[in-house]
């Protein structure tokens, strides 16, 4: 079975910082996509960004990357120039390419951008 | 475009009821998913539909839950005689194309059961 795992419950970061949200999954797989996911109070999942397992370069979509470490099983994220509406719950996200019937999420960080 | 669509968005129900929670995807989405996501967690995997078929009903808890997606587009989470324990937001999400892309989440239904 898959796991994922979020050891930092919370974190806050002043804006315009930089802050890194850890995540680390357990998976016998080979072919697998990685995702993170930000829920804000409205509930609604937002898309951040994505990783495939195959590809070694690390993802960026504008001011988030990830670091992601295979061997490790690691997939961090990283949010440059903090924005106060960067305030929300962020979860990691496991699902298997050959398995993919369901995304496993870890328990979820919640983070708060300080004015 | 129009996003993914649940109603209600807050169903308030007793010990021992049935409720239903709908969920409408984004057109064209053959991948369908409901997800169960308890206070200070992270969404908890239900059940996936590709069409019509439930492909994988692993994550419903027990017989008192079940899904229908009768013409592949809108679903219908059902319950049976509700328990306290049930109350939990309720997430749907849809899916084109393969495993690797978006899921795009609906604002999900908040269940409680008094």
């Known amino acids: 079975a898959q796991t994922v795992t979020q050891s930092q419950p919370e974190m806050s970061v002043q804006e315009a910082e930089t802050v890194t949200l850890s995540c680390t999954y357990d998976?016998?797989?080979?072919?697998?996509?990685l995702f993170w996911y930000k829920q804000p109070p409205s509930r609604q999942m937002i898309l951040v960004i994505r990783q495939e397992a195959y590809k070694q370069q690390n993802a960026t979509e504008n001011r988030f990357s990830v670091n992601f470490q295979k061997a490790a099983k690691s997939f961090s994220l990283k949010i440059s120039d903090s924005q106060l509406g960067d305030t929300a719950m962020y979860f990691c996200?496991?699902?298997?390419?050959?398995?993919?019937?369901?995304?496993?999420f870890g328990t979820g960080t919640s983070l708060t951008v300080i004015p | 475009g129009a996003g993914v669509s649940q109603t209600p968005s807050n169903k308030v129900t007793e010990k021992g009821k049935y409720v239903e929670l709908r969920c409408d995807p984004i057109s064209g989405h053959t991948a369908l998913y409901w997800y169960r996501q308890s206070l200070g967690q992270g969404p908890e995997f239900l059940i996936y539909f590709q069409g019509t078929g439930a492909a994988d009903d692993s994550g419903l808890p027990n017989d008192r839950f079940f899904a229908v997606r009768p013409e592949g587009s809108v679903s219908t989470l059902k319950i049976q005689r509700t328990e306290r324990g049930d109350s939990a937001v309720y997430l749907c999400?849809?899916?084109?194309?393969?495993?690797?892309?978006?899921?795009?989440f609906g604002p999900g239904t908040r269940l409680t059961v008094l």
């Open positions: 996200a496991f699902i298997s390419y050959n398995t993919g019937n369901q995304f496993y």
């Open positions: 999400a849809s899916r084109a194309g393969g495993t690797g892309n978006e899921q795009f």
């Open positions: 998976t016998s797989e080979n072919n697998y996509y």
